[in-house]
C-alpha cells in the first residue's frame, strides 16, 4: 500500500501525520487488496478561505485499486475530523469491494 499526500495551503504536524497513517491502515483491514503494492492511496489536503470557519479544510481521499477507484471527501474546521469522516465514508465502499470481488474468486 502506498500512500501519497498532497497538501494546499496547509501544513500536516507530525502528529498529524501519524494519526493519518494509522486511520489509513485502518481502512487495510476491510480489504487485503488494499495491502498490495498494486494499491495507491492520495490523500489532498486543502487549506481554503471561506467565509464559514467549519468548511476551511477539504480533505479528500482517493483508494485506487485493481480495477477500481473509490472516493470519498470531506470539509471540516480540522483535518483529523475530516480524515476521521473520509474513512467513515470509505469503509462500505471498501466492504463492497471486497464482497463483489471474493464472489468473483469463488465462482471462478
Given at each position: ?19 493519518l497513517a494509522r486511520k489509513l ?53 480540522d483535518v483529523i475530523e475530516a ?26
Amino acid at each position: 500500500m502506498n500512500i501519497l499526500h498532497y497538501e494546499e495551503n496547509f501544513q500536516y504536524t507530525d502528529r498529524e501525520l501519524l494519526v493519518l497513517a494509522r486511520k489509513l491502515g485502518k481502512l487495510a483491514t476491510y480489504c487485503r487488496r488494499l495491502k498490495d503494492e498494486a494499491s495507491v492511496i492520495r490523500v489532498n489536503t486543502e487549506r481554503r478561505n471561506t467565509k464559514k470557519e467549519r468548511d476551511q479544510i477539504k480533505v479528500t481521499i482517493t483508494v485506487e485499486l485493481p480495477g477500481k477507484s473509490l472516493y470519498a471527501e470531506s470539509r471540516r474546521p480540522d483535518v483529523i475530523e475530516a480524515v476521521d469522516r473520509c474513512a467513515e465514508k470509505l469503509e462500505p465502499q471498501l466492504k463492497k469491494y471486497k464482497d463483489k470481488n471474493d464472489t468473483k474468486k469463488k465462482s471462478s
